[in-house]
Structure formats: structure tokens, C-alpha cells
């Protein structure tokens, strides 16, 4: 995970790290695990996690408690910024974990990306223009109904339209056309189907 002044999805933070750790835990107030996990879930160094929860419990939008050697951190609820700060950043660093659990009950897929602008800047490509929707590219199979419902579900979690493209399984390594050409080209997210 690369380190930056500032993120381009939501330049008001000092790092992405620092998005994804706070999207992670506000995003999702049941979760309630050690700076290890959350490192671990990230992809990020323990000791960043470690500073970035400190600098979040002193302003109060989390809380922690230990048991034995562990320290558990969760979102506090009770933060006159909770509701609005977690709104925020589910929008602008959610579309991973979002997306994984909206696919998750979608039988035939079988693996999901994010590809254009909004993957072009969680790849710190890309313009700076504010990102219009979320465009997702479905590969395998998927009963289209079921789909459908769950990337609507999506939208109304993100607040931004969710574009879906569905092609064959081997369609990135096989694939042809301007279409192609255009996402392979460019930055992909893949969505962890299995940590929804």
C-alpha cells in the first residue's frame, strides 16, 4: 500500500491507509477486532494500523478495549461524528468491502473488479474530478436478477450509480475489442468475494 500526501478519492485525509482503516471499522459497527486483524485485512503495517487507531480514539471515532494482550478496537457509535464521518468514507473507500458483500449471495460469479475512474484513483491514477459512479466488471456466469438487486442494493450503500459489465470467465486473458482493450489497460480493484 503506497504512502501519499493525500488520497485522490478523498484528498481531505492524510492517506488512503488512513480511509481504508476508518471505512473499515465505521463502515461496519459490529466489527469489533485487534490492530493485528485490521492490519491484516488491509494489507498494511501493523504499526501504521497502531498510529492511525490512536490518532482515531483521541478525536473519539473509535473505541478500544484489551483483553489480556489483545486490544480490541470498534467504531463508537455514541460520536457525534460516527454517522456522518462513516457515511463519507464507505462512500469514497467502501466499493471494495460493499461490492464483496453485495456479490456474495450471487451464484455464478466467478471473480468481480472495479475498473475506471473510481480504481484509477484508489491506484492514485487518474484525474480530479469527483467520482460520478462505480463501474464493476463481472466475470462468470451470475443469475442477472440477483445481480441486479445486489449492485442496486450497492448504489444505495455507495450514493453513486454502480455500472456493471458481465463477459465470460476467461475474458480478461481472452477477451477482444475497444471494451477490452480499455479496461485491462487501465487500473483493476479486484473484489475479495470471499470476505463479504
Known sequence: MGK???????PLLRSRQQGEILARLLGD??????????AAMLGAPVSSV?????????????????IGNVRLVRANTDSP???????????AFGPPQVLAEALEAVNGIEDAYIHGSWAARWSENGGNRPVADIDVLVLGAPER???YAALSAAEERLGRPVQQA????????NGSGSFHATVVSRPLVQIDLGQG
Do not use: C, F, N
Not at 29 to 38: H, L
Open 145 to 147: 436478477d440477483l445481480l
Open 81 to 91: 461524528y460516527y454517522r456522518g464521518l462513516a457515511d463519507v468514507l464507505v462512500k
Open 4 to 10: 501519499s500526501a493525500t488520497p485522490k478519492l478523498l
Open 50 to 66: 497502531h498510529r492511525e487507531i490512536e490518532r482515531a480514539q483521541a478525536v473519539g471515532i473509535v473505541t478500544s478495549r484489551k
Open 29 to 38: 459497527p459490529e466489527i469489533e477486532a485487534s490492530v493485528t486483524d485490521i
Open 166 to 173: 458481465v463477459r465470460p470467465a476467461d475474458w480478461i486473458a
